[in-house]
C-alpha cells in the first residue's frame, strides 16, 4: 500500500510546515528587525541555523527511537 503522506518521496506536510515557518521568519525580521541589534542578514542566518538544527535534533530523535 503507497505512502499517501509521501507522495512525491518527501514528506509534504513536512515541507509546507517548513516553509510557513520560514515565510513567518521573514515576516518577523522584516517588521521587527530594526529594533536588533543585528543586520537583517545575520537575523535570517540565526534563524535558517536554529531551523537547521531542531531539524536535525528531530530527525535524529526519530531515528533514535526507531520511528525513522
Known amino acids: 500500500m ?5 507522495p512525491a ?3 509534504v506536510a513536512t515541507v509546507l510546515t517548513g516553509s510557513g515557518l ?9 517588521m521587527y528587525g530594526d529594533r536588533f541589534a543585528y ?3 545575520e537575523l535570517y542566518a540565526i ?4 531551523l ?3 531539524g536535525v ?5 526519530l531515528v ?4 525513522r
Open 2 to 6: 503507497p505512502d499517501f503522506g509521501n
Open 9 to 11: 518521496g518527501f514528506d
Open 22 to 30: 520560514t515565510l513567518l521568519f521573514s515576516a518577523a525580521i522584516t
Open 39 to 41: 543586520t537583517p542578514g
Open 47 to 50: 534563524g535558517g541555523v536554529v
Open 52 to 54: 537547521v538544527v531542531v
Open 57 to 61: 535534533l528531530f530527525g535524529l530523535v
Open 64 to 67: 533514535a527511537t526507531g520511528n
